[in-house]
């Protein structure tokens, strides 16, 4: 599965740029994230619950970021497992460019998974990762223009 997309925050590339290195941030706008524990130079670690489709289950995880190019762009990859509900791996291409209203956010998101959640077939699934992207976007962007506020 592949999902591409942008968002136009009003807030300085490098605000934009702290925010998505910060733990905290993150927490707050990960969707169902209980924990999220770790630094951008040793990785993170997530605790995140979820119910897609007829399945709920807790996810733990690990994420780590690479091709760190500071206040511009990096790649993140990670990989949860869910027990009994199978896992879900993948990365994404993150991009700030400044723009007069601000930063572009644009991403580019590339995921797979297994278990039962792969028996749910793609439409629930793909449905599911496009939510949660959105949901994780729309809650990215209110809280770095809150606090930029």
């Given at each position: 599965m592949?999902?591409?997309g942008s968002r136009t925050i009003a807030a300085p590339r490098e605000k934009v740029w702290a925010h998505l290195n910060n733990a905290e941030t993150l927490k707050a706008c990960?969707?169902?994230c209980e924990e999220l524990t770790g630094?951008?130079?040793d990785g993170f670690e997530a605790v995140v619950k979820q119910k897609?489709?007829?399945v709920k289950a807790t996810f733990r995880g690990a994420?780590?970021?690479?091709?760190?190019?500071?206040p511009q762009s990096y790649r993140i990859s990670g990989e949860g497992k869910g027990g009994v509900a199978?896992?879900?791996k993948g990365?994404?291409?993150v991009t700030l460019t400044e723009v007069p209203e601000g930063t572009e956010l644009a991403y580019n998101v590339q995921a797979k998974v297994g278990g039962k959640l792969a028996q749910l077939g793609s439409r629930i699934v793909d449905g599911f990762a496009?939510?949660?992207a959105d949901a994780f976007f729309e809650n990215f962007k209110a809280k770095v223009e809150a606090d930029t506020a």
């Open positions: 592949e999902m591409v990960i969707p169902g630094t951008p130079e897609v489709g007829p994420v780590a970021l690479s091709d760190v190019q500071p199978g896992f879900a990365g994404a291409e496009k939510k949660m």
